[in-house]
């Protein structure tokens, strides 16, 4: 296989900023832990006023990627694996927060939690195996 060239165009559907669709979110890394706020929107539900579960995936998978990304690495997700705790409701506002837990020479392990803002109830959890590109 040949090795894949990672480019950001800003127009990745989680962090692009020149993405009209995307989620736009922004992350801040401190200590270890890379965290995000997200608010959704009506646009992101799946059934009425609950928010999508893909949506859900995307941004933890995303808040893995980029706390690999702030400890210097270039990762991709090889293998995500999500546990929803309860529905995202309307526009309840949320906190991302992810870590990597493992640094291998090829793999990194990380885990994510999204949680409610108003109570630190826990929306969804996820655990990945990332790979470093080529």
């Known amino acids: 296989m040949e090795p894949i060239k990672l480019e ?3 127009y990745c559907f989680a962090c692009g900023k020149k993405n009209p669709c995307g989620l736009k979110l922004s992350f801040n890394y401190s200590n270890g832990k890379l965290t995000s706020e997200f608010t959704p929107s009506k646009i992101y539900q799946g059934y009425k006023d609950i928010t999508h579960g ?3 995936t995307t941004i933890l998978d995303e808040a893995m990627i980029q706390a690999a990304i702030a ?5 991709v997700t090889a293998e995500i694996k999500v546990r929803f705790k309860k529905p995202l409701l309307g526009d309840g506002k949320t906190l991302v927060e992810a870590e990597i837990t493992k640094r291998g020479s090829k793999l990194i392990e990380a885990t994510s939690r999204l949680l409610l803002k108003s109570d630190g109830s826990v929306i969804a959890e996820a655990s990945s195996k990332l790979i470093q590109a080529k």
């Open 71 to 75: 400890e210097g690495l270039n990762p």
């Open 8 to 10: 950001d165009d800003n």
């Open 54 to 56: 893909g949506i859900i």
